[in-house]
């Protein structure tokens, strides 16, 4: 049975998953950078791997119960993501290809979201809703690729959700926080709704609830609107996207997806025109080295990798420039 060892490092996260052939997680740790103020700094975030990728090595095999010369196929996160997280990643995974002398299979983050979800909830060509920090997208198969068919015009919800949150200055992150203050409201405050085909933009949700919390407006109402407008944007996009590609699954990926408000609004929407609604526990909605490694183990069946010399990161990946050939 292959054994597949999967790096994650696109972000914040640092993470190792091992899966097998039959889709069974052996191991999935994670490090995670943190920032008491302010953003992710890249290159702060690359030194923060460095110093704990041989300690989430060395947990990930003990979990696993195996030892190094029991992997047969090493993957890595290649893009979309910062290039120094990335190279990272990429560096240990040069390193193991070459001591167990095996090929690598570069994997696409966004994808490896998608796929993980297929695997635990059983879902069979779903549309993925992906709300992370820097990401947000509707992606879906057609036509061979996995293609994005909306997405933020600006920022992603997560990263608007921190920003507004740090702005009123409950901390970060901002999610968690601001999901516990919405749930003492139920006071909807207008706020603008800003929708355009399949794609969504938050920027001028972000000043308008910034001017409104100047002005001396309730946080726990502007939290509770908050949810209320940018997961109502976030779901009429998922469904047009369901309805033009009459897909009947919808999956939910990303930390954001972590929330219990959008999580119903979601459900409720799928209910309505019967379709099938999936969301993995939150371990696998975060960022996670068991979706590196799951997609690894697919493309390596489908003989897609790359001697450990050739491999490289591409930090703009866009997921449709990626060959599918595990599903074809
Ligand atoms: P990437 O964008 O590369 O996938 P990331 O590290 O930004 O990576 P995640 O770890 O998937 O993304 O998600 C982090 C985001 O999820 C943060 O913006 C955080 O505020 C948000 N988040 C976490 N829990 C909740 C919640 N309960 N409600 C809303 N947002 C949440
Ligand atoms: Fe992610």
């Given at each position: 049975?292959?054994i597949?060892?999967?790096?994650?490092?696109?972000?914040?996260?640092?993470?190792?998953?091992?899966?097998?052939?039959?889709?069974?997680?052996?191991?999935?740790?994670?490090?995670?950078?943190?920032?008491?103020q302010?953003?992710?700094?890249?290159?702060?975030?690359?030194?923060?791997?460095?110093?704990?990728?041989?300690?989430?090595?060395?947990?990930?095999?003990?979990?696993?119960?195996?030892?190094?010369?029991?992997?047969?196929?090493?993957?890595?996160?290649?893009?979309?993501?910062l290039?120094?997280?990335?190279?990272?990643?990429?560096?240990?995974?040069?390193?193991?290809?070459?001591?167990?002398?095996?090929?690598?299979?570069?994997?696409?983050?966004?994808?490896?979201?998608?796929?993980?979800?297929?695997?635990?909830?059983?879902?069979?060509?779903?549309?993925?809703?992906?709300?992370?920090?820097?990401?947000?997208?509707?992606?879906?198969?057609?036509s061979?690729?996995?293609?994005?068919?909306?997405?933020?015009?600006?920022?992603?919800?997560?990263?608007?959700?921190?920003?507004?949150?740090?702005?009123?200055?409950?901390?970060?992150?901002?999610?968690?926080?601001?999901?516990?203050?919405?749930?003492?409201?139920?006071?909807?405050?207008e706020?603008?709704?800003?929708?355009?085909?399949?794609?969504?933009?938050?920027?001028?949700?972000?000043?308008?609830?910034?001017?409104?919390?100047?002005?001396?407006?309730?946080?726990?109402?502007?939290a509770?609107?908050?949810q209320?407008?940018?997961?109502?944007?976030?779901?009429?996009?998922?469904?047009?996207?369901?309805?033009?590609?009459?897909?009947?699954?919808?999956?939910?990926?990303?930390?954001v997806?972590?929330?219990?408000?959008?999580?119903?609004?979601?459900?409720?929407?799928?209910?309505?025109?019967?379709?099938?609604?999936?969301?993995?526990?939150?371990?696998?909605?975060?960022?996670?080295?068991?979706?590196?490694?799951?997609?690894?183990?697919?493309?390596?069946?489908?003989n897609?990798?790359?001697?450990?010399?050739?491999?490289?990161?591409?930090?703009?990946?866009?997921?449709?420039?990626?060959k599918?050939?595990?599903?074809?």
């Amino acid at each position: 049975m292959k054994i597949c060892l999967g790096i994650e490092s696109t972000a914040h996260t640092f993470g190792i998953g091992i899966v097998d052939e039959k889709g069974n997680i052996l191991a999935n740790v994670k490090e995670v950078y943190t920032t008491k103020q302010g953003g992710i700094v890249p290159l702060e975030a690359a030194e923060h791997h460095e110093k704990v990728k041989e300690k989430v090595l060395k947990l990930a095999l003990e979990k696993a119960g195996i030892k190094l010369d029991d992997i047969n196929v090493v993957s890595f996160s290649q893009g979309p993501g910062l290039a120094p997280c990335l190279l990272k990643g990429l560096f240990l995974a040069k390193k193991l290809g070459k001591e167990l002398s095996i090929d690598l299979v570069p994997v696409n983050h966004c994808i490896a979201h998608l796929e993980i979800g297929k695997l635990l909830c059983k879902a069979k060509d779903p549309v993925m809703l992906y709300v992370s920090g820097a990401n947000t997208q509707v992606i879906s198969y057609a036509s061979k690729r996995y293609r994005v068919f909306g997405e933020t015009l600006d920022i992603g919800v997560g990263n608007f959700i921190d920003s507004f949150a740090r702005y009123c200055g409950i901390g970060f992150p901002g999610g968690p926080k601001i999901e516990e203050l919405a749930k003492k409201s139920k006071n909807l405050v207008e706020l603008p709704y800003s929708v355009k085909g399949m794609d969504v933009a938050f920027s001028g949700l972000l000043t308008n609830l910034k001017q409104k919390y100047d002005k001396g407006y309730k946080l726990s109402d502007l939290a509770f609107s908050l949810q209320e407008y940018a997961f109502a944007m976030l779901t009429e996009v998922s469904e047009r996207a369901m309805a033009f590609l009459r897909k009947e699954e919808l999956l939910l990926a990303g930390g954001v997806a972590c929330n219990k408000r959008l999580q119903e609004m979601c459900k409720i929407m799928c209910k309505e025109r019967n379709a099938k609604f999936f969301c993995p526990p939150n371990e696998f909605l975060v960022d996670n080295g068991a979706m590196i490694a799951w997609l690894g183990l697919l493309m390596f069946k489908a003989n897609q990798k790359v001697k450990a010399d050739e491999a490289d990161i591409a930090p703009y990946q866009r997921s449709d420039e990626v060959k599918v050939s595990w599903l074809n």
